[in-house]
């Protein structure tokens, strides 16, 4: 089995419509595709409805998350997206995501970039808006030449001229609220130092005691030393251990299986969640 358990779409801020995803996913040779747009289960549905046979949807979310003022992702699976207490922390979270993308681009119309609230609003479409719709618009106006080169402390990066605050959730909080609603909690890309200052990992531990029930390994911001420890870590801390592409369309290099999980870790996600079931295929729209 082929397993990625990290996507997005147009419902945050991939670049690919849920239903184009599970197409591309499928035509990737993948049997297991999880969508987990940033903060939004909107993309859910439409996903859900075009899923091709032989394909197998985990439905969840990325959580945007906050320690000691370190910027982390929580990725959470197959938890039941009507559970009243997540479901308004979801929301807080998505609320305070337009006053941010519009203070960031007030900063830079500051700094001289023409960039402008209409030009990030159409790139960023029915998406939750976030830097990544900024950055997108730094590239088109030929400010910087990619969008991970917008993440520097020249721009958007945590702490950056540019950076703007916003509501996220404390990860001890996020861990409750995850399995509250039934679902199962992994923290994205933990040592994606390209991407500013890295939780340590001895707060990883706490969180472990915490409820934790994994972490992504293998992912594209990760090299093979960083991989190998993070093994390690988890094996001494009882973490699942994850791989995933982290795949935006266009908008990364990065595509879908480039990073897989282990189908007996995937058996025991499902085998933990209960706010939620996979999705199997059974021949979506063309």
Known sequence: MRIDLHTHSTASDG???????????????????????????????????ALPPGLTLVTGAE??????????HMLAYLFDPEEPALLAERE???????????????????????????????????????????????????????VNDAFTQDWLADGGRVFVEKHETDPFEAIRLIKGAGGVAVFAH?????????????????????????????HMDHDAETRARLRGLAE??????????????????CVLGEYTTDPEVYGEITRRAFGAFPVPGAGGAA
């Open 92 to 146: 807080l979270v998505r609320d305070d995501r337009v006053p941010r993308a519009r203070g960031m681009v007030a900063r830079l119309q500051e700094l001289g970039v023409p960039v402008t609230w209409e030009q990030v609003a159409r790139i960023a479409g029915e998406g939750s808006v976030g830097r990544p719709h900024v950055a997108s618009a730094l590239v088109e106006l030929g400010v910087v030449p990619t």
């Open 236 to 253: 001494e801390l009882g973490l699942l251990v994850t791989g995933s592409s982290d795949y935006h369309g266009s908008r990364k290099t």
């Open 63 to 72: 959580l945007s998350c906050r320690l000691d003022g370190t910027s982390m």
């Open 190 to 218: 933990p040592a994606a130092s390209k991407r500013g200052r890295t939780v340590p990992e001895a707060a990883i531990a706490e969180m472990a005691a915490a409820g934790l029930d994994g972490i992504e390994v293998d």
């Open 15 to 49: 670049t690919d419509a849920p239903a184009e995803l599970v197409r591309k996913a499928a035509a990737a040779g993948l049997d297991v595709v999880a969508l987990t747009d940033h903060d939004t289960t909107r993309g859910h549905a439409e996903a859900i409805a």
